[in-house]
């Protein structure tokens, strides 16, 4: 073990010499717990959308991810998705946390009353306003009851592209 095993942990970016042992306390300090129904924001750095990131030697991982994968003994989620309950992207509360696909993903906003098609012209153009006005994407949803994956969709024009 060496001695800076402190400065290695605190450091946001991680080493390459970083176990994964040190990798996971790094990632735990990192998460503000509360109790155990309530969401556990990530506090460091988000990407886009409001999923934290985190570096495990040089290569960038989603928090809710790792948040999932730690709470299921190491387990690789692969290529499934790693779904919140809380639709809370920022969140690493396992009990928040499920595996899903992209199916279950719709299936899920389909669930919940939001379905994408309730979208009209206008309320895209909306959308991609308020999105440059500095609301976040799950704001919006919540706004326009939508899921926060189809308003991200949107906002990065990969579906409604005709407007
Ligand atoms: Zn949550």
Known sequence: ?????NF???SR?????????????AFHSRVQKGDANECWPWLDYCQDGGYGQ???????LICSRLAWQFANGDADPGD???MHSCDNPPCCNPAHL?????????????????????????SVIEIRNLAKTGFTHTKISKIYKSCR???????????WTHI
């Open 1 to 5: 073990m060496s001695k800076c095993t």
């Open 8 to 10: 290695v942990v605190r």
């Open 13 to 25: 970016g991680g080493t390459k010499r970083e176990t994964w042992e040190q990798f996971k306390i």
């Open 54 to 60: 985190i570096k495990y030697k040089g290569k960038g």
């Open 80 to 82: 499934k998705k790693v």
């Open 98 to 122: 499920s595996l899903g696909t992209d199916l279950d993903n719709r299936m899920d906003c389909a669930k919940k009353g939001r379905f994408p098609t309730k979208l009209t012209k206008q």
């Open 149 to 159: 994956s189809n308003i991200s969709q949107i906002i990065r024009e990969e579906t």
